[in-house]
């Protein structure tokens, strides 16, 4: 470490201390005869595992600050090897750095963090500009200067680098977990404009949410999550931006600029205003030509921003570890796109991802149905099929996995009958309609044997209600559905033959045969053991016990 007083290069006079890192330290300077502050940068030999990457990467610094020349930019002028370390002079930059801002601060307003963006992007836009263009590689608030008049100036160039038109992979990456983009991790291609653009979403998003996207739980949520008074204009743009596919995101800081410049017309009601305009605008055949195409470009541009915004809300909902974070995030993709399939059916299948459909997940379920009765309606209309499956999904959800016994037939039956009146224009889904008829006439059953009189049983109901059960499994043996359904449906065969058991014997159902069905049902079951886990090994050991309480009640039971 340097001493203060200690004279370099018989120029620069050391004065204090203004920095440190893990790799350097940073003083203040004066060069005394030309009454003059300069940074110096120290970098130490032994604070180095790897030397001469760091070497090469100072050296490249060098190179590279050596030919800027923009005021958001500092300038290297000398690089000095004293006692087995480097000593970069640059230019001494008097203000904090944005980190600092942040530890002291917490979050900015909204107003000021555009105003930072625009700087940002057209040093961003400078850099890119060069022949060859310069990739910045690791934007973030400590690296970036906030001087008293306001002005942002970008420091630290040392994982910069020159773009390589015919480069196949990037050198070696120094950059900042968090903040950097896909590409630089593992050498996956060469890095490009489009990098900085990840890493600047990275900073806004921290600018705007006061959260460190390098800290856990390492995910980037809707800034509007942390504060609901930030602009949607300004979370479509950091969730464009942070796409993890390079190619999903903005393709040039130009482009950026612009929608940061207009990022109140990327809000949702100007989208939806847009939309309306456009509608409007196609129906009239008698605008011009130029204008009708404007006008698509307009859209085309409002759709790319909601396309990009739905898959991030799914990536967001994929990656929670909770039910309530994820239906949270499904539920605002719908929102974004009510005509999609992915949200609803990827909804639909956490619903009984633990092998049970609770009350707080039929809650999420009304609250989609009462608050967003208006989605769903354009998806059926817009997506009939997939309209279906999520049906039929919700169905399964109560027939099999809902924690009511006593109400989940009839609940299942209404989703089971709008599942079919789509499934019955479409030759491919014939299994799924045949399902879906049988679960809704089987719905129905228990609901007229429920209400029927005395002991609760209508013969001729039961043997019907038996006879559908039988033809699902038949159904399923040709196309076996999901292990915890086809085992619930086992379940459902033992508890009614139990439950019915003298009305089937009294009906011609013979013992040899419920005894043949049961064999059958318990060879399957001891195949799906073997590869079997968690709770499916627990449903075959509860579906065992239902057969053999089943088989207890045909054995003492007369036949007809």
């Given amino acids: 470490m340097l001493k203060i007083g200690t004279v370099i290069d018989n120029k620069y006079k050391i004065l204090n201390v203004i920095g440190h890192g893990g790799m350097s330290t940073v003083y203040l300077a004066v060069n005394e005869r030309a009454n003059k502050l300069w940074a110096i940068k120290e970098v130490r030999r032994d604070a180095q595992t790897e030397f001469a990457v760091m070497r090469q990467s100072l050296i490249r610094e060098k190179k590279i600050l050596t030919r800027l020349s923009h005021k958001g930019l500092p300038s290297i002028i000398d690089v000095v090897d004293y006692e087995e370390n480097f000593l970069i002079v640059m230019d001494y930059i008097e203000g904090i750095t944005l980190k ?76 900042t ?61 950091i969730i464009r931006c942070t796409q993890p596919n390079p190619q999903k995101r903005y393709q040039s800081v130009d482009e950026l600029l612009y929608a940061l410049e207009h990022y109140k017309e990327l809000e949702k009601k100007a989208v ?8 409007i605008f196609c129906a009239n055949i008698l605008m011009a030509a130029v204008s009708l195409a404007l006008s698509l470009a307009t859209g085309i541009t409002a759709n790319s921003e909601q396309q990009n915004e739905y898959e991030y809300l799914v990536s967001v909902a994929d990656k929670a570890t909770d039910f309530d974070t994820k239906a949270e995030y499904y539920m605002k993709a719908i929102d974004t796109d009510a005509e999609r399939e ?65 109400s989940r037939w009839m609940n299942a039956a209404g989703w089971y009958e709008k599942a079919q009146e789509h499934y019955k224009y479409y030759e491919e889904k014939a299994v799924e309609l045949k399902r879906s008829r049988l679960y809704a006439q089987m719905g129905s059953f228990r609901k007229r044997i429920a209400l029927s009189a005395a002991a609760g049983q209508d013969k001729e109901e039961c043997l019907k209600y038996w006879n ?11 196309e076996p559905d999901r292990d915890m359904i ?75």
């Fill in 100 to 175: 600092e801002v942040l530890d002291k601060q917490g979050a900015r307003p909204q107003a000021v963090v555009v105003e930072w963006a625009i700087q940002l992007c057209e040093i961003l836009r400078y850099l890119h500009g060069l022949n060859p263009p310069v990739i910045y590689r690791d934007m973030k608030p400590s690296n970036i200067m906030l001087c008293p008049d306001n002005r942002l100036v970008l420091i630290d160039f040392g994982t910069a680098r020159e773009y390589k038109e015919k480069s196949l992979a990037d050198t070696t990456y120094l950059g």
């Fill in 177 to 237: 977990q968090g903040y950097a983009a896909p590409e630089l991790m593992g050498g996956i291609g060469q890095t490009d404009a489009r990098t900085d653009i990840y890493s600047f979403g990275t900073t806004m998003y921290h600018l705007l949410t006061g959260h460190n996207p390098s800290m856990p739980p390492y995910e980037l949520y809707p800034i509007t999550k942390f504060n609901p008074n930030l602009s949607d204009g300004l979370e479509r743009i």
């Fill in 272 to 279: 939806q205003r847009y939309k309306k305009k456009m509608q």
């Fill in 342 to 406: 992915t949200a609803y059916c990827k909804l639909a299948d956490n619903f009984v991802s633990d092998g049970v459909f609770t009350d707080t997940e039929e809650a999420v379920l009304v609250n989609l149905i009462i608050k967003s009765g208006d989605s769903l309606d354009r998806f059926e209309e817009e997506n009939p099929v997939k309209y279906a499956d999520f049906c039929y999904s919700v169905g399964n959800a109560y027939w099999f996995y809902y924690e009511h016994e006593e």
């Fill in 468 to 478: 559908s059960l039988l033809e699902l499994k038949k159904i399923n043996d040709a």
């Fill in 486 to 560: 086809t085992l619930r449906l086992y379940g459902e065969i033992a508890r009614s033959a139990a439950e019915y058991a003298g009305i089937l014997l009294e009906g011609g159902v013979t013992r040899s045969e419920i005894n043949q069905l049961f064999d059958g049902i318990k060879g399957d079951m001891a195949d799906m053991e073997e590869k079997a886990a968690g709770v499916v090994l627990e449903e075959i050991e509860k579906v065992r016990g239902l057969l053999g309480m089943a088989m207890e009640m045909t054995a003492v039971l007369p036949e007809r």
